[in-house]
């Protein structure tokens, strides 16, 4: 039995987005914004430039993506499903969500247009979004595999910045071809 306990997010947002924002970013402010994010207590940032088939599937006019990889807690992850695992679960969902707040507002106050895309939203496919970026693959448990690993939770922005610097390979390929059917993989994962 699973239960679910999400709330939705609260705005915390402080900064507004800019009238005119900008849409280049300057390697300086780049290192900068990556290093605010791993700061945070984020693992990691990826980006992804959605394609316009992509926009024209999901009726969406927005296209760079910045998505923040925080590592789940590795004693809820052990805990066996219960009212208590999704009320701590919830509450490190929570104080992502409110760290990403954050990021968007160090965004906003450089000039730059910039939202949180709800993670429980339906209306947008976030692990077709995350694939985008070149980065992850999807696993045999449906799960985004990044080189950070499996057990990561995921917060995504998306932004004016149009010259992030997005992949064009993935090198991430490899695990579709080493995964089988056996599963040891998934239950070896730290």
């Known amino acids: 039995?699973?239960?679910?306990?999400?709330?939705p997010i609260p705005n915390f947002f402080k900064?507004?987005?800019p009238i005119n924002p900008l849409t280049t970013i300057s390697e300086d402010l780049l290192n900068e914004l990556e290093e605010f994010i791993l700061n945070k207590g984020f693992v990691g940032v990826s980006y992804s430039k959605l394609s316009d088939d992509f926009k024209g599937m999901w009726d969406i006019d927005w296209?760079?993506?910045l998505i923040l990889k925080?590592?789940?807690s590795e004693d809820i992850l052990k805990m066996k499903p219960s009212k208590e695992k999704t009320?701590?679960?919830?509450?490190?969902?929570?104080?992502?969500?409110?760290?990403?707040f954050d990021i968007?507002?160090?965004l906003r106050k450089n000039d730059f247009e910039a939202d949180l895309i709800h993670p429980l939203d339906d209306t947008v496919s976030l692990r077709s979004i995350a694939m985008q970026s070149n980065?992850?693959?999807?696993?045999?448990?449906?799960?985004?595999?990044?080189?950070e690993g499996i057990n990561l939770g995921?917060?995504?922005?998306?932004?004016?910045?149009?010259?992030?610097?997005?992949?064009?390979?993935?090198d991430m390929l490899w695990v579709e071809d080493f995964c089988s059917t056996c599963g040891v993989c998934i239950d070896r994962c730290p």
């Open 104 to 106: 968007v507002d160090f």
């Open 1 to 7: 039995m699973r239960f679910r306990y999400h709330h």
């Open 70 to 72: 925080y590592e789940m």
């Open 15 to 17: 900064v507004e987005n």
């Open 135 to 147: 980065e992850c693959v999807i696993t045999r448990n449906n799960m985004c595999m990044f080189k």
């Open 87 to 100: 009320v701590l679960e919830d509450k490190e969902f929570q104080d992502f969500g409110h760290r990403t």
């Open 63 to 65: 296209d760079n993506i």
């Open 154 to 170: 995921l917060f995504m922005i998306k932004t004016s910045i149009k010259n992030l610097p997005y992949k064009k390979e993935n």
